[in-house]
């Protein structure tokens, strides 16, 4: 990891207006809590709806598409990337210190708020709150490393993420029974399930198949984005 791209990285991200949306959207899933913990509906059910369904079936992607697209396709698309990549660093260094911010942001604005919302919901009963909470560490990983793919591979990015977040996961994922073994969100639920207490979660991917999908698309993702990287050098010098 090199500080100094990190640093970059992190000024670039969150000084934009990407930041002001950043902050935006986990206050209002910690209004949603603080509104439905005073209503009188099943506690239990209001806490899955929001955490779930809101929140790591709609919030967490999206997030996770802003963030992962906005530390490095803003630089490519207008052309500043060059001046890093003239820098003696290893593509790979580039890429893994861009997705540790990624994914440092991410779980910053996305599972703390999930955690916090669960506490103010439910409690810790039934572990829901700890579960939606690591739920959302390991797709906010996923999530972070595919959009920052995209964000190298395409200059529609933010297009090519919204259509996967919103089609596939949310629709897709959702009610095809099975698309939903190749969706981040249903992989992130499983392991939530595993640690909430029984019975209080739901999943349709089992935990064994959700963590190593989970660490083979973060991986590749990781990987590929390394790759292309390299290729966007050499179509540089040409």
């Not at 809101?54 to 967490?60: A, H």
């Not at 210190?97 to 409690?123: D, F, H, N, R, S």
């Not at 990983?141 to 993420?161: M, N």
């Not at 073994?181 to 249903?186: A, D, Y």
Request: proline fraction near 3%.
């Amino acid at each position: 990891m090199n500080l100094t791209v990190a640093r970059l990285t992190a000024r670039g991200l969150l000084g934009s207006r990407r930041g002001v949306l950043l902050l935006i959207v986990p206050v209002v899933l910690l209004l949603i809590s603080v509104i439905g913990r005073s209503t009188s509906a099943d506690k239990h059910d209001l806490a899955v709806s929001v955490l779930g369904q809101l929140g790591l079936g709609t919030l967490v992607p999206i997030l996770g598409l802003v963030v992962g697209t906005g530390v490095i396709a803003t630089e490519i698309d207008d052309g500043s990337i060059v001046y890093l990549l003239a820098k003696p660093l290893p593509r790979w260094q580039i890429i893994t210190t861009k997705l540790t911010v990624a994914i440092g942001v991410t779980w910053a604005v996305a599972a703390v708020p999930m955690l916090a919302g669960g506490l103010i919901l439910y409690g810790t009963q039934d572990g829901l709150a700890a579960g939606y909470f690591l739920g959302t560490l390991v797709a906010g990983a996923a999530y972070s490393a595919v959009f920052l793919l995209l964000g190298v591979v395409t200059r529609h990015a933010v297009v090519a993420g919204l259509a996967y977040a919103l089609v596939w996961e949310s629709l897709v994922g959702n009610y095809v029974s099975g698309a939903k073994t190749l969706s981040i969100q249903q992989w992130g639920l499983s392991v939530a399930k595993a640690t909430a207490n029984a019975g209080a979660l739901d999943a349709k991917v089992a935990l064994g198949v959700a963590v190593p999908l989970l660490i083979v698309v973060t991986v590749a993702a990781t990987a590929l984005a390394t790759v292309k990287l390299a290729g966007l050098t050499l179509a540089s010098d040409d």
